[in-house]
Nanobody, 120 residues
Framework: QVQLVESGGGLVQAGGSLRLSCAPSGYGFAINFMAWYRQAPGKERDLVARITGDGRTNNVDSVKGRFTISIDNAKSTVYLQMDSLKPGDTAVYYC??????????????WGQGTQVTVSS
């Protein structure tokens, strides 16, 4: 089985920075892609950024120029560097992985989430 261990959330002032980490654990797996989502209270869980194993990235418009997703390919550990944080970035941030299996059916794995709170 694959598990995702998230860290790096916390409380920061507007304009500050945080770096989130997501470290997979398990045996004999590869990653199709990994992504960060976030969910604010009363809102849907939305994609923030996505990265593939070959380094292709995509960020949503609301975080472009402020957030950077990256990956350590050797460990499939994904990071989200968040700069110039705004109160609107406050949410629970979830790591997501799409993992191929021997059955041919991709496995979608979610982390438990890490709270990011940005105060004015």
């Amino acid at each position: 089985q694959v598990q995702l261990v998230e860290s790096g959330g916390g409380l920061v002032q507007a304009g500050g920075s945080l770096r989130l980490s997501c470290a997979p654990s398990g045996y004999g797996f590869a990653i199709n892609f990994m992504a960060w989502y976030r969910q604010a209270p009363g809102k849907e869980r939305d994609l923030v950024a996505r990265i593939t194993g070959d380094g292709r990235t995509n960020n949503v418009d609301s975080v472009k120029g402020r957030f950077t997703i990256s990956i350590d390919n050797a460990k499939s550990t994904v990071y989200l560097q968040m700069d110039s944080l705004k109160p609107g970035d406050t949410a629970v941030y979830y790591c997501n992985a799409n993992v191929p299996t021997t059955t041919g059916r991709d496995l979608i794995v979610w982390g438990q989430g890490t709270q990011v709170t940005v105060s004015s």
